[in-house]
């Protein structure tokens, strides 16, 4: 793994959450974006990423590793969406080329989103839907596998294992295991997460890259 010096985006975040190297977990670096200002959204641009306790806290904005990685990788962590969520939301987790911009929407980005309480999500019959969005054009990003249902109830956190591969991802959840034929294609890359939409608010525990 390669780990750039931290760059002064807003406040640093020195997560609890390790990295698992040979040497033993070490904190991850995170970065606060801002909302991006090429966004065409007319609702509330959320607020900045924070720590409450032991948990990163997702209330509309992004945050991105400070560092940059490479395949292979296998990220884990608990996810909660928090008590009284607006409907139509989810949760981000986005794999950034390194020359990705910081202050506007990504021009190239792979994907993992929990859609929630949306039409999406009621189009399978569930209360959420897993799916793998890319983007690596001007054209909006496109769906490329999902949506499979998942259930997600406000309040209950669960769990994510995802491994990055070259040939391809692989999520594991408490609701099942998927392989999935869709490969990073960059070289090294950010980690990017959001939590959708203002007002709702995203807990992010466990943490780790390894």
Same mark, same amino acid.
């Given at each position: 793994?390669?780990?750039?010096?931290?760059?002064?985006?807003?406040?640093?975040?020195?997560t609890?959450?390790?990295?698992?190297?040979?040497?033993? =977990?070490?904190p991850?670096v995170?970065?606060?974006?801002?909302?991006?200002?090429?966004?065409?959204?007319?609702?509330?641009?959320?607020?900045?990423?924070?720590? /409450?306790?032991?948990?990163?806290?997702?209330?509309g904005?992004?945050?991105?590793?400070?560092?940059?990685?490479?395949? =292979?990788?296998?990220?884990?962590?608990?996810? /909660?969406?928090?008590?009284?969520?607006?409907?139509?939301?989810?949760?981000?987790?986005?794999?950034? =080329?390194?020359?990705?911009?910081?202050?506007?929407?990504? =021009?190239?980005?792979?994907?993992?989103?929990?859609?929630?309480?949306?039409?999406?999500?009621?189009? +399978?019959?569930?209360?959420?839907?897993?799916? +793998?969005?890319?983007?690596?054009?001007?054209?909006?990003?496109?769906? +490329?596998?999902?949506?499979?249902?998942?259930t997600? /109830? /406000?309040?209950?956190?669960?769990?994510?294992?995802?491994?990055?591969?070259?040939d391809?991802?692989?999520?594991?959840?408490?609701q099942?295991?998927?392989?999935?034929?869709?490969?990073?294609?960059?070289?090294?890359?950010?980690?990017?997460?959001?939590?959708?939409?203002?007002?709702?608010?995203?807990?992010?525990?466990?943490f780790?890259?390894h």
């Open positions: 793994m390669n780990r750039t010096q931290p760059t002064l985006l807003g406040v640093l975040l020195v609890l959450f390790g990295i698992g190297c040979a040497s033993g =977990p070490h991850i995170w970065d606060r974006l801002p909302f991006p200002k090429d966004s065409n959204w007319g609702g509330s641009h959320g607020e900045p990423v924070t720590i /409450e306790g032991d948990a990163m806290v997702f209330p904005q992004d945050a991105r590793t400070s560092g940059t990685y490479q395949l =292979p990788l296998t990220i884990d962590f608990d996810l /909660e969406i928090a008590k009284g969520a607006v409907p139509d939301g989810g949760f981000l987790l986005k794999f950034a =080329p390194t020359n990705s911009p910081t202050d506007v929407n990504l =021009p190239r980005m792979t994907v993992i989103a929990l859609s929630y309480q949306s039409p999406t999500a009621a189009s +399978v019959g569930s209360s959420g839907a897993l799916l +793998v969005y890319v983007k690596d054009s001007s054209a909006p990003a496109r769906a +490329v596998w999902g949506p499979i249902p998942f997600c /109830e /406000e309040g209950r956190f669960y769990h994510f294992h995802i491994e990055a591969r070259a391809g991802l692989k999520i594991v959840t408490d099942g295991a998927t392989q999935i034929d869709v490969k990073i294609p960059y070289g090294k890359f950010f980690i990017q997460m959001q939590g959708w939409k203002p007002p709702s608010r995203w807990y992010v525990r466990n780790s890259i």
